[in-house]
Every structure is written in C-alpha cells, then in structure tokens.
C-alpha cells in the first residue's frame, strides 16, 4: 500500500505558477505509475498529467500542454506538478494518484491509491 499527502495548492492570479508536491509512503514507491487529476466544482474528475515508474515517459491533458509539468523524484519518494500560465478554468481541488498497472494510465479507474487533494484557485 501506499499513503499520499498533496501540498502546495493556493491562490494565484491568472498567469502565475504554482508548485504542487506529493509525498509518498511504503517502499515500493518507484514500482506505481503516478497521476495528477483535478476535479472543477460540477464537473467530473480529470487528469492533468500522468508519469511512468521511471519517469522517461509523461503524458498531459491537452488543456495543460505546455503550461504544466509532472516529474518524480522515486529516491525522495516524490511526485511534483510544477504549473506556469494559470487560467481561472485551472481552478479545481488536484488530487495526487498512484496506479499499479505498468504503463500509464489516464483514467481515474486504473488509480488505486489517491491523496486527500488541494485546491488550487486561479483569480483572474
């Protein structure tokens, strides 16, 4: 099993970055593919961004291309979104997920694990 605690979430201005970081627990870390997902008020739960065990493989939705970066750090046992160019649309709670499967995964369904979330809102 594994335990996720997101930090990093606030309020920023439309343009701004923000740093969100994930901490992982248990051992086996670097052996779960590692999401990103938000979820707006009203609206259904989404991902942002997902990452490889490894890390040499990333795949973003197409709203944040560009604009949002996922990394980890398995030897810290650490997941980050780093986000530039906020829009108010980017205003939503961001969950941190861990998945078993062995490739990435998009949908909130291959996720077994999820982090309590942050909310990130983005003032225009």
């Known amino acids: 099993q594994v335990q996720l605690v997101e930090s990093g979430g606030g309020l920023v201005q439309t343009g701004g970055s923000l740093r969100l970081s994930c901490a992982a627990s248990g051992r086996t870390f670097s052996t779960y593919v590692m999401g990103w997902f938000r979820q707006a008020p009203g609206k259904e739960r989404e991902l942002a961004a997902a990452i490889s065990r490894t890390g040499s493989e990333t795949d973003y939705a197409d709203s944040v291309n560009g604009r949002f970066t996922i990394t980890r750090d398995n030897a810290k046992k650490m997941v980050f979104l780093q986000m530039n160019s906020l829009k108010p649309e980017d205003t939503a709670v961001y969950y941190c997920?861990?998945?078993?499967?062995?490739?990435?995964?998009?949908?909130?369904?291959?996720?077994?694990?999820w982090g309590q979330g942050t909310q990130v809102t983005v003032s225009s």
């Open positions: 997920a861990a998945s078993t499967r062995v490739t990435i995964r998009t949908s909130s369904n291959d996720y077994n694990y």
